[in-house]
T-cell receptor
Framework: SQQGEEDPQALSIQEGENATMNCSYK?????LQWYRQNSGRGLVHLIL?????REKHSGRLRVTLDTSKKSSSLLITASRAADTASYFC???????????FGKGTMLLVSP | NAGVTQTPKFQVLKTGQSMTLQCAQD?????MYWYRQDPGMGLRLIYY???????DKGEVPNGYNVSRLNKREFSLRLESAAPSQTSVYFC??????????????FGSGTRLTVV
């Protein structure tokens, strides 16, 4: 069963706009990670946030984590056409050593 | 280039045939993983190897076997392929999980079709 669920399933925006994707999970985690997948390619790690952290930044990416609500959000600011991809959240559960992935959000950024 | 290498990139099998998907990493990672990705299902863990000499089942292990040949290589075998195993298979590797800060490096995938 899926641990993480992304919302929305698909998102279409214009270049320059911000894109926000959300992830909800069910059980206690060690960390939550976001990955990007371009069409037909492997997944690329974007950012990791640990369970005792609330917010992290990396370039145009901002991730928040609310462990009380068991949710995370990924914000991409000033989106570019090259950001078009699927974005997955993945959780490392407490007591486990593997990642469980959600079903992903498909982001389309139009020029 | 350093990373995770998967072979082959594409494969078509007939039902009942067997094949082995190969994966190798050159990052000196301890842990390796096999996932499958199906439309609308995200990635699901098939098997993993936390360290050389160990393997464990993931969420969907039925119909598959794995071998951790050495620290670099982790293979996935389909003994008798079925159409339900049509999927894109990804290998990944990571340092030993610990302190909650390990991320995965993925290969580019093997697209398998079973007819």
């Amino acid at each position: 069963s899926q641990q993480g669920e992304e919302d929305p399933q698909a998102l279409s925006i214009q270049e320059g706009e911000n894109a926000t994707m959300n992830c909800s999970y069910k059980t206690s985690i060690n960390n939550l990670q976001w990955y990007r997948q371009n069409s037909g390619r492997g997944l690329v790690h974007l950012i990791l946030i640990r369970s005792n952290e609330r917010e992290k930044h990396s370039g145009r990416l901002r991730v928040t984590l609310d462990t009380s609500k068991k949710s995370s959000s990924l914000l991409i600011t000033a989106s570019r056409a090259a950001d078009t991809a699927s974005y997955f959240c993945a959780t490392e559960l407490s007591g486990y050593s593997t990642l469980t992935f959600g079903k992903g959000t498909m982001l389309l950024v139009s020029p | 280039n350093a990373g995770v290498t998967q072979t082959p990139k594409f494969q078509v099998l007939k039902t009942g045939q067997s094949m082995t998907l190969q994966c190798a990493q050159d990052m000196n990672h301890n842990s390796m993983y096999w996932y499958r990705q199906d439309p609308g299902m995200g990635l699901r863990l098939i098997y993993y190897s936390a360290s050389e000499g160990t393997t464990d089942k993931g969420e969907v292990p039925n119909g598959y076997n794995v071998s951790r040949l050495n620290k670099r290589e982790f293979s996935l075998r389909l003994e008798s392929a079925a159409p339900s195993q049509t999927s894109v298979y990804f290998c990944a590797s990571s340092a030993l999980p610990g302190q909650g800060k390990v991320s995965y490096t993925f290969g580019s995938g093997t697209r398998l079709t079973v007819v």
